[in-house]
């Protein structure tokens, strides 16, 4: 992996900060169902990579 592939922002999101906004129902979005659609096939092929 080079130093392109890796995001500086995503290194700033800790198991913490998830539960915490997952336990208190902040920072939700709402999305269209297009863009819903192609996130969930996105977010489907990185687990299947990840096998």
Same mark, same amino acid.
């Given at each position: 992996?080079?130093? %392109? #592939?890796?995001?500086?922002?995503?290194?700033?999101? @800790?198991? /913490?900060?998830? &539960?915490?906004?997952?336990?208190?129902?902040? %920072? #939700?979005?709402?999305?269209?169902?297009?863009?819903? @659609?192609? /996130?969930?096939? &996105?977010?489907?092929?990185?687990?299947?990579?990840?096998?």
């Amino acid at each position: 992996m080079n130093k %392109n #592939q890796i995001c500086p922002n995503m290194k700033k999101i @800790t198991l /913490a900060k998830v &539960a915490y906004a997952l336990e208190n129902g902040i %920072n #939700q979005m709402e999305v269209d169902d297009e863009t819903r @659609t192609k /996130a969930v096939l &996105a977010l489907e092929k990185m687990l299947e990579l990840a096998k």
